[in-house]
């Protein structure tokens, strides 16, 4: 059963709340995104690679099975 006791805060209330949570975000360095940009791109290119040769044996699979029938 739900909680009715909890009180709404005010709006001003939220937003010294809301200030106060945005005060605790720790944005990345730039060497970080850097990083991470470069990590995302290898891991893209070695998936791509991966998911090339999968379609491309179920493909052929596909069309050999097309030849029989």
């Given at each position: ?14 937003l ?9 975000i720790?944005?990345?360095t730039r ?8 990590f995302?791109?290898i ?10 040769g ?16």
């Open positions: 059963m739900a909680d009715n006791t909890k009180r709404k805060p005010s709006p001003a209330e939220f010294n709340q809301v200030r106060a949570e945005g005060r605790k720790v944005w990345p060497e970080e995104t850097v990083k991470t940009a470069i995302v791109f891991m893209m290119l070695i998936l791509s690679l991966f998911f090339l999968v379609d491309s044996i179920f493909g052929g699979i596909v069309g050999w099975l097309l030849t029989l029938a």
